[in-house]
């Protein structure tokens, strides 16, 4: 099963992914479920058994799923690490985005007012299907609904350097408005064959190629992890963490306007969205 949202007539509501057309499930009473994609992420059982869909077309794309908690690891992968000279941490590390960050495939990344460092990360999205805390590592794929694809922009003039003794700078360096697109579709997990390669391009170049092979903690160990005292919810999200390539640490070309950002996940499709700036 694949969804997002989007604008159908004017109206935001959830469609399905049928060989690249959109569709929604022909039957009365169903548009107030299909208001939020998360509905569909709780009724999978119910969504999954249609037979009966009518076409429609879709003007715009929306984020496909609104979650409620974004959760992503700092540095785990090891390429990453390597490129960083950052060793790897001893568990998982996180930090978490606003959902004024939150845009759809399609939408423009909005260079900030005196920012000239905008960064790249091509990520995969892990998509949470049912509530949990406590997990099991063993158990946690039971808890996965499906992936996304992630870009997690990232603003280094803010995040680097570390402000001694507190750290770096998180919110400012990672939760800006805009920096988290996400799309184009959510893809259920009994499509999903792993490993999955991480592709990123800027303008066509590719900038970012890395597998899940490379995770420094699986899939299991973050939800497990982060599972231990936050009660996980329905369309949250964790994400993978990115591959080596980044520009911070290799060729310093940043982000500018006018570039356009890809990032694909064979299995689940291609995130792109343009630079702009906001003044």
Known sequence: MRFTQGLVNGKKTTVFVINNEFYV??????ECVLEDSKNVVKAFDLFKNVKSYRKVELSKFLPAI???KVFLPAVNFRSHSKESSIDPPKQPYFFMKGNNSIIAHGDSIIIP???RKVDYEGEIGIIIGKRGKYIKKEEAMDYVFGFTIINDVSFRDYQFPEIHPYGLNWVMGKSLDTSLPLG?????????TFPLEIITRVNGKIV????TEDMIFSIEELISYLSNGITLEPGDIITTGTPAGVAEFGNKEYLKPGDVVEVEVPGIGILRNEIKNEF
């Open 25 to 30: 499930p022909d039957f009365e009473g169903i």
């Open 66 to 68: 609104f979650p409620g």
């Open 113 to 115: 007012k005196g920012v």
């Open 184 to 192: 184009p579709w959510v893809v259920s997990k009994d499509e999903i």
């Open 208 to 211: 970012q190629k890395g597998s």
